[in-house]
T-cell receptor, first 117, second 110 residues
Framework: DTGVSQDPRHKITKRGQNVTFRCDPI?????LYWYRQTLGQGPEFLTY????????KSRLLSDRFSAERPKGSFSTLEIQRTEQGDSAMYLC???????????????FGSGTRLTVV | RKEVEQDPGPFNVPEGATVAFNCTYS??????FFWYRQDCRKEPKLLMSVYSSGNEDGRFTAQLNRASQYISLLIRDSKLSDSATYLC???????????FGTGTLLAVQP
C-alpha cells in the first residue's frame, strides 16, 4: 500500500480519557500534516512536521494535544483528557518537498473518526 | 472572516447541467491553489490544481484571478458521480500549509 495510512479508523472514548492516533505517511514524503474536520466544515490545520521537526502548531492545538514524529517516519497525535468538543475526524496528510513544493497538493489518509461520549 | 470563503450550497442540478462554484481568499500571499473533492465521510482528494492561465481536465475547468483573489470551478455535463463536496484550497507557500474553505455541496439529480 503506497498511500497514507491512519489507525484506528474509528475511536469511541469516554470524556476524560486519553486517546492516541497513528499516521503512516507515503514513505518518500518528508512533510506530514494533521488536520481536524467537523461536520459541515473544511479541514482545519493542527500541526506540521518536516522530517522529525514539528515546525508549526495551530492555536487550535491546546495543551491537551501533542504530536510527535520520531525518526521522521510515522506520526502520533495524542489527546489527553478528551472533551466532547474534541469529537471530529482527524486527518493526516503527507506531501513532498520538491523544487517547487508550493504547488504540491497533499495525499490524505482515510482519517480517524473520534467520538467522545 | 474566514481566509477562504465558499458558498456552502447545496447546489442541486440535473444530470447534464453545467455548474460553477466560486471561492474567494483573503491572503494575498497565497501562492498555490487547488480544488479538492470530498465524498461523504471520506477523506479529501485532490481534484485539480488551479493556475493563473486557467486549466482544464476533461469536464472540469478551473480559473484563478489573482487581482480579485477569486477562484472558480466549472463542471460541464454533470454526472451523478460528481455529487460530492468541493473544497477550495489555498497554499500559503513555504510550509506548503493548505487552508481549506468550508466546501460547496453538489447534488446531481437524475
Amino acid at each position: 500500500d503506497t498511500g497514507v495510512s491512519q489507525d484506528p479508523r474509528h475511536k469511541i472514548t469516554k470524556r476524560g480519557q486519553n486517546v492516541t492516533f497513528r499516521c503512516d505517511p507515503i514513505s518518500e514524503h518528508n512533510r506530514l500534516y494533521w488536520y481536524r474536520q467537523t461536520l459541515g466544515q473544511g479541514p482545519e490545520f493542527l500541526t506540521y512536521f518536516q522530517n522529525e521537526a514539528q515546525l508549526e502548531k495551530s492555536r487550535l492545538l491546546s495543551d491537551r494535544f501533542s504530536a510527535e514524529r520520531p525518526k521522521g517516519s510515522f506520526s502520533t497525535l495524542e489527546i489527553q483528557r478528551t472533551e466532547q468538543g474534541d469529537s471530529a475526524m482527524y486527518l493526516c496528510a503527507s506531501s513532498e518537498l520538491g523544487g517547487d513544493s508550493s504547488n504540491y497538493g497533499y495525499t490524505f489518509g482515510s482519517g480517524t473518526r473520534l467520538t467522545v461520549v | 472572516r474566514k481566509e477562504v470563503e465558499q458558498d456552502p450550497g447545496p447546489f442541486n442540478v440535473p444530470e447534464g447541467a453545467t455548474v460553477a462554484f466560486n471561492c474567494t481568499y483573503s491572503n494575498s500571499a497565497s501562492q498555490s491553489f487547488f480544488w479538492y473533492r470530498q465524498d461523504c465521510r471520506k477523506e479529501p482528494k485532490l481534484l485539480m490544481s488551479v493556475y493563473s492561465s486557467g486549466n482544464e481536465d476533461g469536464r472540469f475547468t478551473a480559473q484563478l484571478n489573482r487581482a480579485s483573489q477569486y477562484i472558480s470551478l466549472l463542471i460541464r455535463d454533470s454526472k451523478l458521480s460528481d455529487s460530492a463536496t468541493y473544497l477550495c484550497v489555498v497554499n500559503r507557500g513555504a510550509t506548503n500549509k493548505l487552508i481549506f474553505g468550508t466546501g460547496t455541496l453538489l447534488a446531481v439529480q437524475p
